[in-house]
T-cell receptor, first 115, second 111 residues
Framework: DAGVIQSPRHEVTEMGQEVTLRCKPI?????LFWYRQTMMRGLELLIY????????DSGMPEDRFSAKMPNASFSTLKIQPSEPRDSAVYFC?????????????FGPGTRLTVT | SQQGEEDPQALSIQEGENATMNCSYK?????LQWYRQNSGRGLVHLIL?????REKHSGRLRVTLDTSKKSSSLLITASRAADTASYFC???????????FGKGTRLSVIA
């Protein structure tokens, strides 16, 4: 298996622009998680899905952030409009309900820089 | 919200020495996991210890769990330069809830 795939790996954009981050979970995994990592705040859970349905989006910082999972093999995290404080590394992770101990598998991350 | 807190925040040791990292958490847990993150990469699962276990080994890794103190430790024996990374503890509060991560310990192993 290729693991969790994220694209792009790096994104540089100007303040006010729309940013879309993409994730392909591991095939057969029914949970998908979006995290944001910064030096100041560490690894924050933004939102997670179970069977393509959003379960908890309480970590989404503002209405500028939205996430979708139209099918079991694809999810997007969109920021519109983007701001410099959104600069961070965004990780997608997935796991299976049947996984031992709820181990999560992470993608390589998307490093977002908003200027 | 973060439940786990790792200690120390940063650790620098010589190759061949042992490295010990600690994690404290706040609520009851189903299990506790340790992850490693190399610079510029995603997190990778290392080891899991269930709430009814006290110690677990995997290669050069040894994890202990003290549920009465709500704490865990990760010991890496005979460290290597390749062990240089950030190490995170993560707890599963209950059921199918997501992992809750601490801020990590940055380990530097000097050759």
């Amino acid at each position: 298996d290729a693991g969790v795939i994220q694209s792009p790996r790096h994104e540089v954009t100007e303040m006010g622009q729309e940013v879309t981050l993409r994730c392909k979970p591991i095939s057969g995994h029914d949970y998908l998680f979006w995290y944001r990592q910064t030096m100041m705040r560490g690894l924050e859970l933004l939102i997670y899905f179970n069977n393509n349905v959003p379960i908890d989006d309480s970590g989404m910082p503002e209405d500028r952030f939205s996430a979708k999972m139209p099918n079991a093999s694809f999810s997007t995290l969109k920021i519109q409009p983007s701001e410099p404080r959104d600069s961070a590394v965004y990780f997608c992770a997935s796991r299976s309900t049947g996984s031992r101990g709820y181990e999560q598998y992470f993608g390589p991350g998307t490093r977002l820089t908003v200027t | 919200s973060q439940q786990g807190e790792e200690d120390p925040q940063a650790l620098s040791i010589q190759e061949g020495e042992n490295a010990t990292m600690n994690c404290s958490y706040k609520t009851s847990i189903n299990n506790l996991q340790w992850y490693r993150q190399n610079s510029g990469r995603g997190l990778v699962h290392l080891i899991l210890i269930r709430s009814n276990e006290r110690e677990k080994h995997s290669g050069r890794l040894r994890v202990t769990l003290d549920t009465s103190k709500k704490s865990s430790s990760l010991l890496i024996t005979a460290s290597r330069a390749a062990d240089t990374a950030s190490y995170f503890c993560a707890t599963v509060p209950s059921g199918n809830t997501p992992l809750v991560f601490g801020k990590g310990t940055r380990l530097s192993v000097i050759a």
